[in-house]
């Protein structure tokens, strides 16, 4: 009897996989591609301005925030891409100007501060990216993503704030 069930539900679980691998590869909604191509603009730039503080930070809790930065939106990156294989994400042409200014900076207290509320304005952006998209979201991995994206962003913005207070 359990060799049956078992052949049973190995010959369902090959009978589904086609069926699994065609919901994975469906088209994003609207909704999910404005949500896509925006986290993505602002993940990138983001992702810029780490790179530029891991370069140049010197309080040692800035240097780690900005690890932390880097991860989580190169792991961001990377499941956007998984969604869509076809998007390149651009950094955020607003921040633009933002991102001349640290790179231009010099290391030290100024550049730390400089860093430090540049990547509150993006976390308040990217929040309210993910915010905006649970309100009209329908796609269950996609919502699912998003709500993790917001309690890591919702961390950030408050290891920022107690940051605020040391640089």
Not at 108 to 128: I, M, P
Not at 156 to 167: E, G, I, R, Y
């Amino acid at each position: 009897m359990d060799r049956r069930m078992t052949l049973a539900l190995l010959a369902g679980a090959a009978a589904a996989t086609p069926a699994l691998a065609q919901m994975a590869t469906a088209p994003m909604g609207e909704a999910e591609k404005t949500h896509a191509m925006k986290t993505g603009m602002a993940g990138t730039a983001s992702l810029k301005v780490a790179d530029i503080g891991l370069e140049k930070a010197t309080n040692a809790k800035v240097k780690e925030f900005a690890k932390f930065e880097h991860d989580e939106q190169t792991t961001v990156a990377e499941i956007l891409m998984s969604m869509d294989p076809a998007m390149k994400p651009m950094a955020d042409p607003k921040m633009a100007d933002t991102i001349d200014k640290l790179s231009k900076m010099k290391a030290g207290a100024a550049f730390d501060r400089a860093f430090v509320e540049a990547q509150t304005e993006g976390h308040q952006v990217l929040l309210a990216i993910q915010e905006d998209y649970l309100k009209v979201g329908k796609d269950r991995e996609t919502v699912n993503a998003t709500k993790l994206v917001r309690g890591m962003v919702k961390e950030h913005l408050a290891l920022l704030a107690d940051l605020k207070k040391m640089a």
